[in-house]
């Protein structure tokens, strides 16, 4: 029996990568005692992507070879060179290695080859509610079972990121249905976005609310009456929360103590603690000293982990002039999602730019992993900003 070949191979492959990650994460730390096989859980998964990873590159190379062969050779040659040059990093280069290649490298040539998005995106949106409960088994095992995994229980970043991508997709998916579908949905990524609140970090709730607000304003058709009504609703219940949002929250506060519930968002919030770098300028400090001593080549490709900003570690780890022009690429391509045309791709490059773009600002370097890499795969395989913004005008 011949097996067929094709576009579902780059659908299924990053369907599982985004997806098969947050579900072993969930129920490793929501199950008693699992994460002592976290090790063993972790290697499973990674064959299984390999697995799904062989068949897509195939058709990544029959499609684009020279594309293809580039990503390659090029990621190859830095990070050969990186090895060579700066000793002090090739224990954390080769820790790397698998995550650099077999993670964002990866994702970056699928996402360049993809074209049905909207496959991709039902896909997605049908694994989403397995992650939300999964998600909420954590939550609840952990709160109301006392079940302790390897993070914090009253602060998970890993918990909150890995439901930015389904929270957004299933309220989008909302707006697709009526009726007890309808409501279903929006119950699903209200639970999704309430968990993300108690136990996730703000990055991920801050993704999430940005996400939830673009679907609602892209969706919702103001000329009919009844989406002005439910705008207007909307606003006056916003209106009414932001006049008492200090008594609420920590009236909300106390109900969840009373619990045993202790979320990081909510006592930060209250304390004042909740700043627009959460605190980071105390952590890249450092890392602008050592700029000025290594201000033209860097301290090289994962040379330090304390930047928590994309362009900051673009400066860091390259130096001055590189990190500028890598910085400048990098804001090209973000801005893409402005200027494309198909419908379908825009909404995936919009959700996958929300989460790649808050995440790549408070977190750890984007090397190693893959949504900042699928949003740049998607954005390079769309036509120059400047080509589109001069046909719409012409």
Not at 302 to 319: A, C, K, P, Q
Request: glycine share 6%; hydrophobic share 50%; charged share 15%.
């Amino acid at each position: 029996m011949k097996i067929k070949l094709g576009e579902d191979n780059l659908i299924y492959f990053l369907a599982v990568e985004i997806s098969l990650p947050a579900i072993k994460y969930y129920l490793i730390q929501g199950l008693p005692n699992m994460y002592i096989y976290n090790g063993i859980a972790n290697v499973i998964i990674s064959l299984i992507i390999i697995c799904f990873f062989i068949p897509a590159l195939y058709i990544c190379i029959k499609r684009t070879p020279l594309v293809t062969f580039n990503i390659i050779a090029i990621s190859i040659l830095i990070y050969i060179f990186e090895f060579i040059i700066f000793k002090d990093n090739r224990s954390t280069l080769i820790e790397y290695f698998p995550k650099i290649f077999g993670m964002s490298i990866a994702c970056l040539i699928i996402s360049y080859n993809l074209r049905d998005f909207l496959k991709l995106e039902n896909v997605l949106t049908r694994c989403s509610y397995f992650i939300i409960l999964c998600g909420f088994f954590e939550f609840f095992t952990h709160t109301f079972l006392g079940v302790k995994g390897i993070e914090k229980v009253d602060y998970d970043m890993s918990f909150g990121y890995f439901l930015v991508i389904p929270t957004i997709l299933v309220f989008r998916h909302s707006f697709q249905n009526t009726g007890k579908r309808k409501v279903l949905d929006i119950m699903v990524s209200g639970i999704g976005i309430v968990i993300s609140m108690l136990m996730g970090s703000r990055g991920g709730i801050i993704a999430i609310l940005l996400g939830v607000i673009f679907v609602f304003f892209h969706e919702v058709n103001v000329k009919k009456n009844s989406s002005v009504l439910v705008f207007t609703i909307l606003l006056g219940v916003i209106f009414i929360f932001s006049l008492n949002i200090d008594d609420i929250f920590i009236w909300i506060n106390s109900i969840l103590q009373s619990h045993g519930i202790n979320s990081r968002f909510i006592s930060y919030f209250i304390s004042g603690r909740l700043t627009w770098n959460s605190g980071r300028d105390i952590l890249q400090e450092p890392v602008v000293e050592l700029i000025k001593k290594n201000p033209i080549f860097g301290i090289g490709m994962l040379g330090d982990f304390r930047s928590h900003n994309i362009f900051l570690e673009n400066i860091l780890f390259y130096g001055i002039p590189m990190g500028i022009c890598l910085s400048i690429i990098i804001v090209y391509e973000w801005l893409k999602i402005f200027v494309v045309k198909q419908d379908e791709k825009k909404r995936m490059m919009i959700v996958l730019f929300i989460y790649s773009f808050i995440d790549s600002l408070l977190n750890l370097t984007v090397l190693g992993k893959d949504m900042f890499w699928i949003y740049l795969g998607f954005a390079l395989s769309d036509r120059g900003l400047f080509t589109n913004i001069l046909k719409r005008r012409l």
